[in-house]
């Protein structure tokens, strides 16, 4: 399980790849790069929503960071927000926050109310 979730059983691209990388493909299969029929539209536009996500999280700050301000971030060793970051997303008691504390709040009960699945119900 682990080395499947480390990718130890090898990487598989789609075939378009195996296409635009014809001078490469023995290299790749030498190096364990599998190919399987499919599109690379989807698999490029999923990396570059990875890619995407990464840059928000690298940007944006943690919640400690937000709640900085706050007494139970203060505790010694609390991170400050690096100077690049978004300094004006840390917490302060305003309108502001309240409006989307309540925003966040009223949209994770309402999310209560949908019928979803146990993902483990089969085992």
Not at 15 to 35: C, K, M, P, T
Not at 43 to 66: D, Y
Not at 73 to 98: F, K, N, Q, Y
């Amino acid at each position: 399980m682990l080395q499947g979730m480390a990718g130890l059983n090898g990487v598989t691209l789609p075939e378009a790849y195996a296409i635009a990388l014809s001078d490469f493909r023995a290299a790749f299969q030498a190096a364990g790069v599998s190919f399987t029929y499919g599109g690379g539209t989807e698999f490029t536009s999923s990396w570059l929503w990875c890619l995407g996500a990464l840059a928000l999280v690298l940007a944006l700050p943690n919640t400690q960071q937000i709640l900085e301000r706050a007494k139970a971030a203060s505790e010694p060793g609390a991170v400050a927000i690096a100077w690049w970051r978004l300094r004006s997303l840390t917490w302060r008691p305003t309108t502001p926050w309240a409006i989307v504390t309540a925003a966040l709040s009223l949209a994770g009960i309402l999310a209560l109310a949908e019928v979803t699945e146990f993902l483990y119900f089969q085992f």
